[in-house]
């Protein structure tokens, strides 16, 4: 069973009877559901991934203590302790007396702080520029069971999708980045007899490519151990998956030369049928520099290529 899953049938079994009869008075505005930091927040979680933070658990989401006093959220804690230590199996770990846990009573202003640092979700353009993008994901992963006042899923929306303008220039500086590392300093790297030199370039034409190919699908580029896993699951270029495992773990010289070009190609062909390029050519430079030229925001478009990357 996967953790989302198992998460929500805890939560209904256990946790919905819980707040409704112990705390009916707040139940309409406490937000629960299982998002955060853990694969199984993603859907990506497996057997191994059960050695450690996996459990039948859920979080409350609370308002502000202007909404829920301390005292309040207190009891909520005592309350969601004293739940069935076993669920279906699984045995649920103890919480922490000193936080960091990633399930149980958050605030919702903490939680969307910690991960954005924005409590609202309000993001100046600096923010969106420079916030890392897992955490953005980790803002807007798993699923909400119950959001009755629908202030945390409020937040998440406006978190969903990055402003247009921080997109593009995230894709024209991966794009520069593409470039410079696979289609230029690779083979530099060898004719230098450097191996390790161009071992390094292909993994970060491989990073940059991946990065690339989450902003075309307007998806959040997770943690990097999901990074390959999630790409699995993308409606666009996810075909490009063994060519980039092709780079890092097997390709000879010649076998990389043209691994690099063959992602290149998909990569601007992507971009074309997205209207992001009108350059026609297989220099992944100028179709770096289309994409920014694109920015309508002067100040984003103004600023260095690879300021957000």
Avoid at 43 to 51: H, K, P, Y
Avoid at 59 to 68: K, M, T, Y
Avoid at 293 to 301: A, L, W
Wanted: proline share 5%; with cysteine; hydrophobic share 45%.
């Amino acid at each position: 069973m996967k953790g989302l899953e198992l998460s929500q049938k805890f939560y209904e079994t256990y946790g919905a009877p819980m707040l409704h009869t112990q705390f009916a008075p707040f139940e309409e505005i406490i937000a629960v559901g299982l998002c955060g930091s853990g694969s199984e927040c993603f859907g990506f979680d497996d057997e191994i991934s059960r050695d450690h933070d996996f459990e039948p658990g859920f979080c409350l989401f609370l308002p502000g203590e202007d909404v829920i006093d301390r005292r309040t959220a207190f009891l909520l804690e005592r309350a969601y302790v004293k739940l069935p230590k076993e669920f279906l199996g699984f045995t649920r770990a103890p919480l922490s007396p000193v936080g960091g846990n990633r399930h149980g009573v958050l605030r919702m202003d903490e939680f969307f702080a910690a991960k954005v640092g924005a409590a609202d979700g309000k993001l100046t353009v600096a923010q969106w520029l420079q916030v890392p993008e897992f955490y953005l994901a980790e803002a807007t992963n798993g699923k909400v069971f119950r959001d009755d006042c629908g202030a945390f899923t409020a937040v998440r929306e406006r978190l969903s999708q990055m402003p247009e303008d921080v997109r593009l220039k995230k894709l024209a500086g991966t794009l520069l980045l593409m470039a410079q590392s696979g289609q230029y300093n690779y083979k530099r790297c060898l004719l230098h007899g450097e191996p390790g030199a161009a071992a390094l370039a292909r993994g970060e034409f491989v990073r940059a490519a991946l990065h690339a190919i989450f902003l075309l699908n307007r998806t959040y580029l997770p943690f990097y151990k999901w990074q390959f896993r999630a790409l699995r699951d993308l409606p666009l270029l996810s075909d490009l998956e063994p060519n980039l495992l092709q780079l890092l773990t097997k390709a000879d010289d010649d076998t990389a030369a043209a691994e690099i070009e063959a992602v290149a190609a998909a990569v601007i062909a992507a971009l074309q049928k997205q209207a992001l390029t009108t350059q026609t050519c297989g220099d992944l430079e100028r179709h770096a520099y289309a994409v920014n030229d694109r920015i309508t925001d002067p100040e984003v478009r103004n600023l260095h290529i690879l300021s957000a990357v």
